[in-house]
């Protein structure tokens, strides 16, 4: 069972380049979420999603988007990415009892 | 506003002593919480989960909520260095958003 996948594990960009990170969960879960936690900080909710088609924002948004258009997936873009993007994101789902599974992790360098 | 607060610390305790994390948050709708535990450089893990008012106990591991304070807080008693790691505080809030505070770093000495 391989639970939360996300790809890649490692980016570097360059200022003003555009990506997009993947997100694919195997559970069957309806709620997905994209996070990002900068060095010794906590994870800051960017969007997330309670089912196909629905997605929400969360804390920081600006200068992301994401889609769902199926249970599995959950993309989150870059658009003109900018040094204050290099961070950590972390895919995660849940069922109605609210434990996140989390991915790996994605580790992003802006340069 | 849907915030969480932790104090960052860090936190260091012997071995074998009781680890006191705390938590405070900001919106009263929130029902639910956690405790998740992350080692360097690896993924958030649940430890604690609680809903209501009171103490709930899971090994080691309790976890204590007082809605009308807004506070939660999780005791890790005979802490061993394995213990050594960052925790997160999490409240849902409405239509499933969920939010994290800063984290506190623990530091569990032999």
């Known amino acids: 069972n391989a639970g939360v996948t996300q790809t890649p594990k490692f980016r570097i960009l360059k200022i003003g380049q555009s990506m997009t990170l993947q997100c694919a969960q195997d559970m069957n879960h309806n709620y997905m979420y994209w996070y990002r936690q900068d060095p010794g900080m906590g994870l800051k909710l960017i969007y997330y999603?309670?089912?196909?088609?629905?997605?929400d924002k969360g804390e920081v948004p600006n200068g992301y988007n994401v889609s769902r258009s199926t249970t599995e997936d959950f993309p989150l873009r870059l658009e003109l990415a900018a040094p204050s993007q290099t961070s950590v994101y972390f895919c995660?789902?849940?069922?109605?009892?609210?434990?996140?599974?989390f991915g790996e992790g994605s580790r992003l360098t802006v340069l | 506003q849907k915030e969480v607060e932790q104090n960052s610390g860090p936190l260091s305790v012997p071995e074998g002593a009781i680890a006191s994390l705390n938590c405070t948050y900001s919106d009263r709708g929130s029902q639910s919480f956690f405790w998740y535990r992350q080692y360097s450089g690896k993924s958030p893990e649940l430890i604690m989960s609680?809903?209501?008012?009171g103490d709930k106990e899971d090994g080691r591991f309790t976890a204590q909520l007082n809605k009308a304070s807004q506070y939660v807080s999780l005791l890790i008693r005979d802490s061993q260095p394995s213990d050594s790691a960052t925790y997160l505080c999490a409240a849902l809030y409405n239509n499933n958003d969920m939010r994290f505070g800063a984290g506190t770093r623990l530091t569990v000495k032999p």
């Open positions: 999603s309670v089912g196909a088609g629905i997605t």
């Open positions: 609680i809903y209501s008012n």
């Open positions: 995660a789902s849940t069922s109605l009892t609210g434990e996140l599974f």
